[in-house]
């Protein structure tokens, strides 16, 4: 049996998956690999293109009906999250705001904590820092390894959504990225995907040299150490299994959508 994988090409997720591509490990099905990026995957996986595909915490929510949360494979931030940048530090109310997608983490998490913009325009996310060096919007909301070089170009931190979610969730991690597997599927075939996956990404943190040269030839930077360094900030410990503090998070996350009216209250299918 063939699984079709859709992933990004951010170097977390290619991280994960590298042993399983790469056939560092048994498998209990051939995978075939899809790489685009995190809005372009929540705007496909409406249609349920893919076997399993990323997906964002805010994405999950349009698509319940046809995928399962997988437990492997999620990216939270355990002291990080999406920044908010500008040229300078301003007031961000009745902002013109870039996102990386109506459908992301970042936005719904900029929606819950930070002051009402008064235009959210999407961006793809690696192109949101031109655009406010461009003044085509006074702020951006930066995700993935951006993060790491935005100030080489003089712009600043203006909002730190990790802190406001602090503010909230105490110690919780705050979710991001997520994997997601086709509700019809087998439960037995789910589990066995589970456990290839965990493997990969077991396989991962102890070859962490080899699985990051092999994320690098997705990345956007040439800088090893830049690229690891990133990667290790959302893979983490929770990466194989989040286990209840990350179902905890996810519950916390949905509801503070929910209460300030952003969502219809959910909650998502866990396997």
């Known amino acids: 049996m063939k699984m079709i994988i859709a992933h990004t090409p951010d170097p977390d997720d290619a991280f994960m998956f590298y042993a399983m ?8 099905f051939e995978y075939e690999q899809v790489v ?26 349009h698509v319940s009906d046809i995928y399962d949360l997988t437990t492997s ?40 904590f930070a002051p009402e913009a008064g235009e959210y325009k999407e961006i793809r ?43 909230y969730a105490g110690d919780l991690p705050i979710p991001l990225g997520f994997n997601a597997i086709r509700k019809n599927m087998p439960l037995e075939n789910k589990l066995k995907y589970k456990k290839d996956f ?21 990345s956007r930077y040439d800088d090893f150490e830049l690229e690891k360094r990133f990667i290790l900030m959302y893979v983490n410990s929770l990466s194989v299994d989040f286990g209840d503090k990350g179902r905890e998070a996810l519950t916390l996350y949905y509801k503070r959508a929910a209460d300030r009216n952003i969502v219809k209250p959910f909650t998502p299918t866990i396997v």
């Open 21 to 28: 591509f790469e056939h560092k490990i048994e498998t209990s």
């Open 36 to 61: 685009k990026d995190i809005e372009t995957l929540n705007k496909e996986s409406i249609d349920g293109k893919y076997d399993v595909t990323a997906i964002s915490a805010n994405g999950y929510m």
């Open 73 to 112: 494979g999620a990216s939270f931030g355990l002291s990080y999250g999406p920044l908010v940048i500008a040229k300078k530090n301003i007031d961000l109310k009745g902002k013109v705001i870039a996102t990386p997608g109506r459908y992301t983490s970042a936005e719904l998490l900029y929606r819950m």
């Open 125 to 167: 996310f690696d192109r949101i820092v031109n655009a406010i060096m461009n003044d085509e919007v006074d702020a951006g909301i930066l995700i993935h390894d951006e993060q790491l070089t935005f100030q080489e170009k003089g712009l600043v931190p203006v909002l730190k959504l990790y802190d406001e979610w602090k503010k």
């Open 198 to 218: 965990e493997n990969s990404i077991k396989y991962a943190q102890e070859h962490q040299d080899d699985a990051v040269k092999y994320a690098m030839k997705y």
